[in-house]
């Protein structure tokens, strides 16, 4: 069964970056992989996706500010958030897309003065 296992999340104020991390204890060569996140009280959402060709899309509201990476051959993905808000807040996941695997633990943004 594949493991994920997100990290590097924490507490920043507006307009600073944080650089979330994803390891997957599986291959993901050939795989779609994504970020998604859950704010308090609101459902899981995608936030970005990166296709094995490397084609990207994010969600609107974080186009322009977090970019999305992968490594295959240590099986991470990444993602770079810039001028974050507090709109931001919430569990970041990552995953496969656009079927799942069982959900990691996720790791917590919070962009709070």
């Known amino acids: 069964q594949v493991q994920l296992v997100e990290s590097g999340g924490g507490l920043v104020q507006p307009g600073g970056s944080l650089r979330l991390s994803c390891t997957v204890s599986?291959?993901?060569?050939?795989?779609?992989m994504a970020w998604y996140r859950q704010a308090p009280g609101e459902q899981r959402e995608l936030v970005a996706r990166?296709?094995?060709?490397?084609?990207?899309n994010y969600l609107d509201s974080v186009k322009g500010r977090f970019t999305i990476s992968r490594h295959n051959d240590k099986g991470a993905v990444y993602v770079q958030m810039d001028s974050l808000t507090p709109e931001d807040t919430a569990v970041y996941y990552c995953?496969?897309?656009?079927?799942?695997?069982?959900w990691g633990q996720g790791t917590q943004v919070t962009v709070s003065s």
């Open positions: 995953n496969s897309y656009p079927s799942t695997w069982t």
């Open positions: 599986g291959t993901i060569f050939g795989i779609y």
């Open positions: 990166m296709t094995t060709d490397r084609s990207i």
